[in-house]
């Protein structure tokens, strides 16, 4: 029995259950309409989640405040925002916000100083965000900065540095000024390839994949590219490239590579059909290497009723290895030709270059 004024514990789970349910909500409106400082004020918030009206009331300083910041973001220094909190089954906090007159950049350097100022690749951020007369938006600013340290990073500036880095505001004049100066230091060579690990193939051989000479310039592509070239030789199941500025020696960079070779012979298998053939078989078996120069062989053959063939080749990489190479190949077809009495047989042989 249920006596008055007494909840069941069944009744107490359901409650609470729906009270976790309940989730109050943010609502940012900006006037003038600005989707993009509405949507840079609900990221800095984040959500509400389950406060009651007077946990929102309690919230809701903390959130003008990082609201006050999102709108500086976006160059908003002088922002009019109210909040108020409305109750009942979903409480709501209400914040309206008048951003108000942007700032606008004044003056505007960005400079890139030593020998990558003169690197055609290098290039200084040219941003319509970042001229004089722009709002001002620290996300660009931030931008900015990172790209130099993106260019330094890729073409081997290890030693740079910014020598000044500076976004001035003042938000009674409405203006900022920005200056950005990087000083490059020298650029990094890369130093000879060592190469180490499981492998059978003869030293000549893998200096002849590597993609720059000694003493070239560095340039994380061409650490890319070698890494990339080792994997699609065919030769190796697993390939780490390391060039670490931190070895360097002389601002040169040691390229040290460890490799695993692969298993030397793979083989498949296969059966299909064909509206010309019908039914058919497919087997391939391949020697991946056989020997310290890294030359290869392999047969192919593939087998149906109106057609049978079989091929052999044999590789031998010459320079570049990758690219280039003379296979020696020889085969035979035979085949009934479709809607005749006439047979087909052919007998190919000979050296051909890939």
Request: proline fraction near 7%; aromatic fraction near 8%; include cysteine.
């Amino acid at each position: 029995m249920n006596f008055p004024g007494r909840m069941t514990s069944g009744a107490l789970l359901l409650s609470l259950s729906c009270a976790a349910l309940a989730q109050s909500e943010l609502d940012v409106r900006v006037k003038p309409s600005n989707d993009q400082l509405k949507a840079n004020v609900e990221g800095y918030i984040g959500g509400v989640g389950d406060r009651d009206e007077e946990a929102l009331l309690r919230f809701s300083r903390g959130a003008e405040e990082q609201a006050r910041k999102a709108a500086q973001a976006l160059g908003y220094y002088q922002p009019q925002i109210d909040s108020e909190v409305e109750g009942g089954k979903t409480p709501r906090l209400i914040l309206t916000i008048d951003p108000g007159e942007p700032v606008h950049l004044r003056n505007v350097t960005v400079r890139i100083d030593g020998p990558a100022a003169s690197l055609k690749a290098f290039r200084v951020p040219d941003n319509a965000a970042l001229k004089p007369g722009a709002v001002l938006n620290h996300g660009r600013y931030e931008d900015a900065k990172r790209i130099i340290q993106n260019q330094a990073s890729r073409y081997g500036f290890f030693s740079g540095r910014f020598v000044s880095q500076k976004l001035l505001v003042d938000p009674q004049a409405g203006v900022a000024d920005i200056e950005l100066v990087y000083d490059s230091g020298p650029r990094y060579a890369l130093g000879p390839v060592s190469f180490e690990g499981d492998t059978p193939f003869d030293e000549e051989l893998l200096q002849r994949m590597v993609p720059f000479k000694a003493g070239e310039a560095y340039d994380s592509e061409l650490i890319a590219e070698l890494n990339q070239a080792l994997q699609s030789s065919g030769y190796f199941e697993g390939v780490r490239v390391d060039a670490a500025p931190t070895a360097a020696t002389d601002n040169v960079i040691p390229v040290a590579v460890k490799l695993e070779t692969r298993k030397p012979r793979t083989m498949g298998l296969g059966l299909g059909f064909s509206t010309d053939v019908g039914p058919r078989a497919k087997a391939n078996w391949t020697r991946h290497w056989v020997n310290p120069q890294g030359h290869s062989y392999g047969w192919e053959a593939e087998v149906s009723a109106p057609r049978q063939n079989v091929g052999l080749w044999y590789d031998v990489p010459l320079d570049p290895p990758l690219t280039d190479k003379m296979r020696y190949a020889g085969g035979y077809q035979y085949e009934e030709l479709s809607g005749t009495d006439s047979l087909s047989k052919l007998l190919t042989v000979g050296p051909e270059w890939h």
